[in-house]
């Protein structure tokens, strides 16, 4: 793999708002290595910017471990300059049911906070060299439902993604050290498959009146990773189209 682009790692690429950051970066001349539970769609792999893409459970430890494992032997000595930390879990009832704090099995708790909180963390400290070499930037990917009480998003996965927006904070002091900058963006009702049909309902209280687009994430992330956000540290985006106002 050459440097002749410079390279994302981002997880959770096969769909949403990972696919769109995937296609948006690569369209602006990235190099791109991804992850997540599939494999990328074969329409997508034959772009020769797409270069590694690994199927890796990171709500796993091990999965963890191997995806790190095997990006850093991909990558050799070579830099790094940016990763997402998008892929994420929200999980319902059978019955697409909330989930709240007095019903679904505490397992499932943890395994919501190895995904959505654990993971950014470990993958974080795991390509930290790769990153302090391309003096690069980290974008965790938070949510809305972090700062407030979502009438559809579960418990478990509000307060990881709180836990996120927190752990933005530390990483930016402590990753800065290393020239590495850390920031989060927060979406709002993105229309991607994890939304809920019901969510339509919630336009009214947008003040764009409408909901969000994936692209409207990706062209966000791509800016707290470019030469235009080089002093941009420790900063969580909303992309609500103004509902976190109210």
């Given at each position: 793999?050459?440097?002749?682009?410079?390279?994302?790692?981002?997880?959770?690429?096969?769909?949403?708002?990972?696919?769109?950051?995937?296609?948006?970066?690569?369209?602006?001349?990235?190099?791109?290595?991804?992850?997540?539970?599939?494999?990328?769609?074969?329409?997508?792999?034959?772009?020769?910017?797409?270069?590694?893409?690994?199927?890796?459970?990171?709500?796993?430890?091990?999965?963890?471990?191997?995806?790190?494992?095997?990006?850093?032997?991909?990558?050799?000595?070579?830099?790094?300059?940016?990763?997402?930390?998008?892929?994420?879990?929200?999980?319902?009832?059978?019955?697409?049911?909330?989930?709240?704090?007095?019903?679904?099995?505490?397992?499932?708790?943890?395994?919501?906070?190895?995904?959505?909180?654990?993971?950014?963390?470990?993958?974080?400290?795991?390509?930290?060299?790769?990153?302090?070499?391309?003096?690069?930037?980290?974008?965790?990917?938070?949510?809305?439902?972090?700062?407030?009480?979502?009438?559809?998003?579960?418990?478990?996965?509000?307060?990881?993604?709180?836990?996120?927006?927190?752990?933005?904070?530390?990483?930016?002091?402590?990753?800065?050290?290393?020239?590495?900058?850390?920031?989060?963006?927060?979406?709002?009702e993105i229309e991607t498959a994890m939304l809920s049909p019901e969510t339509e309902v919630l336009i009214p209280?947008?003040?764009?009146?409408?909901?969000?687009?994936?692209?409207?994430?990706?062209?966000?992330?791509?800016?707290?990773?470019?030469?235009?956000?080089?002093?941009?540290?420790?900063?969580?985006?909303?992309?609500?189209?103004?509902?976190?106002?109210?």
């Amino acid at each position: 793999m050459t440097t002749e682009h410079p390279t994302l790692i981002l997880t959770g690429a096969s769909r949403g708002i990972g696919h769109a950051t995937v296609a948006y970066f690569m369209a602006r001349g990235w190099r791109i290595i991804t992850c997540s539970r599939e494999d990328a769609p074969p329409e997508c792999r034959r772009n020769t910017r797409w270069s590694h893409h690994i199927v890796a459970d990171l709500a796993d430890p091990a999965g963890q471990a191997s995806f790190i494992a095997e990006t850093n032997a991909i990558l050799g000595d070579e830099p790094v300059h940016a990763l997402v930390n998008n892929a994420g879990v929200s999980p319902k009832t059978p019955y697409k049911e909330r989930l709240g704090c007095l019903n679904g099995p505490i397992d499932g708790w943890r395994a919501v906070f190895e995904l959505n909180f654990f993971a950014p963390l470990v993958l974080a400290r795991g390509f930290a060299a790769a990153l302090h070499r391309g003096q690069g930037a980290i974008v965790n990917v938070t949510s809305i439902a972090g700062h407030s009480t979502h009438p559809f998003a579960g418990s478990a996965y509000s307060t990881s993604k709180a836990a996120l927006s927190g752990l933005t904070r530390e990483m930016a002091v402590e990753f800065a050290g290393i020239g590495v900058r850390v920031n989060a963006v927060a979406p709002g009702e993105i229309e991607t498959a994890m939304l809920s049909p019901e969510t339509e309902v919630l336009i009214p209280r947008i003040p764009l009146a409408r909901l969000g687009q994936p692209d409207d994430v990706a062209a966000a992330i791509f800016y707290l990773c470019s030469p235009e956000a080089n002093y941009v540290t420790g900063t969580e985006i909303f992309i609500t189209g103004g509902q976190h106002l109210l």
